[in-house]
């Protein structure tokens, strides 16, 4: 028997808008408002996200404003993603939900299950970056360069990105499935030393890092992404998706969040810790 989730695709929204939306998503769901919630998305405006805990000083504005580029704040942690020429999904469920295992690192594995379905719909030959067997020895660490346990690699590069957080009692999961990557407007958007030291890190980063385009030589379109992802949860998770449709009052609370959160400096460009020594923020 198939587990009933929701199915939202919103589209190309704006940077604070989609942030906003995967917070209410949490948020609805802690308060029994929303069973289990697959979304997919994009972005209006190529968007530099950053994690949660990550200082906003290793980031060119300058680049930022010349690429016309959005930039936020992320609910969950993780180093700077470029979004741009993608699809972004997030997922909510509740902590207790019996499929859901206590490890991050095995949630990780469950919930991932339907991104490597997705990817095989495609004829992408993705695999996990490290086996279930060795999920239990390896230790976190995130880096926009390396592949972590839980993600997607094709001969060894990796071509997805996820994050996690968990919040009054529900698991958040989103993540970056790029068609393509556009690593000079990735490392411009970053601060470097010199332009030496920024030469080097791209051609380290063409050595880790792929996309859909590389691996298939296809240009796929923002629909064909969503068919092969939707149906790739379904299997993967074991579930069936229904239409999720939002009343006008949560369409509001989500609009009521991006001015008041994310699209603020207070919340983008500083950390907790530096918004606590200014004395306000959330």
């Given at each position: 028997?198939?587990?009933?989730?929701?199915?939202?695709?919103?589209?190309?929204?704006?940077?604070?808008?989609?942030?906003a939306?995967?917070?209410?998503?949490?948020?609805?769901?802690s308060?029994g408002?929303?069973?289990p919630?697959?979304r997919?998305?994009?972005w209006?405006?190529?968007t530099?996200?950053?994690?949660?805990?990550?200082r906003?000083?290793t980031?060119n504005?300058d680049?930022?404003?010349?690429?016309?580029?959005?930039f936020v704040?992320?609910?969950?942690?993780?180093?700077?993603?470029?979004?741009?020429d993608e699809?972004?999904?997030?997922?909510v469920?509740?902590?207790r939900d019996?499929g859901?295992?206590?490890?991050?690192?095995k949630?990780?594995?469950?919930?991932s299950?339907?991104?490597?379905?997705?990817?095989?719909?495609?004829?992408?030959?993705?695999?996990?970056?490290?086996?279930?067997?060795?999920i239990?020895q390896?230790?976190?660490?995130?880096?926009?360069?390396k592949?972590?346990?839980?993600?997607?690699?094709?001969?060894?590069k990796k071509i997805?990105?996820?994050?996690?957080?968990?919040?009054?009692?529900?698991?958040?999961?989103?993540?970056s499935?790029?068609?393509?990557l556009?690593t000079?407007?990735?490392?411009d958007?970053?601060?470097?030393?010199?332009?030496?030291?920024r030469?080097?890190?791209?051609?380290?980063?063409a050595?880790?890092?792929?996309?859909?385009?590389?691996?298939?030589?296809?240009?796929?379109?923002?629909?064909?992404?969503?068919?092969?992802?939707k149906?790739?949860?379904?299997?993967?998770?074991?579930i069936?998706?229904?239409?999720?449709?939002?009343?006008?009052?949560?369409?509001e609370e989500?609009?009521?969040?991006?001015?008041s959160?994310y699209?603020?400096?207070l919340w983008?460009y500083?950390?907790?810790?530096?918004?606590e020594?200014i004395?306000?923020?959330?």
């Amino acid at each position: 028997m198939q587990t009933e989730w929701a199915f939202i695709d919103t589209g190309h929204l704006s940077a604070a808008v989609n942030m906003a939306f995967d917070e209410c998503l949490l948020n609805w769901h802690s308060q029994g408002n929303i069973p289990p919630t697959l979304r997919f998305y994009g972005w209006n405006k190529p968007t530099l996200s950053i994690g949660y805990f990550q200082r906003a000083k290793t980031i060119n504005f300058d680049a930022v404003k010349k690429y016309d580029c959005e930039f936020v704040r992320r609910l969950t942690g993780g180093s700077a993603v470029l979004h741009d020429d993608e699809l972004t999904y997030s997922l909510v469920i509740s902590e207790r939900d019996p499929g859901i295992p206590k490890s991050v690192t095995k949630a990780y594995y469950v919930l991932s299950q339907g991104i490597l379905e997705g990817y095989r719909n495609l004829g992408v030959p993705a695999e996990f970056a490290i086996p279930e067997r060795e999920i239990d020895q390896e230790r976190s660490a995130i880096c926009f360069e390396k592949p972590s346990f839980y993600e997607m690699v094709v001969d060894g590069k990796k071509i997805c990105g996820n994050a996690q957080t968990r919040k009054s009692g529900v698991l958040m999961q989103h993540g970056s499935l790029p068609m393509s990557l556009d690593t000079d407007m990735l490392f411009d958007l970053f601060a470097f030393s010199s332009d030496e030291m920024r030469k080097r890190r791209k051609e380290k980063f063409a050595a880790k890092a792929t996309s859909i385009k590389d691996v298939i030589n296809k240009t796929l379109t923002y629909e064909t992404m969503v068919a092969a992802f939707k149906k790739g949860f379904e299997t993967g998770l074991g579930i069936h998706l229904s239409p999720l449709t939002l009343t006008d009052d949560q369409w509001e609370e989500i609009q009521k969040l991006a001015q008041s959160k994310y699209a603020t400096d207070l919340w983008n460009y500083y950390t907790t810790k530096e918004r606590e020594t200014i004395g306000t923020g959330n």
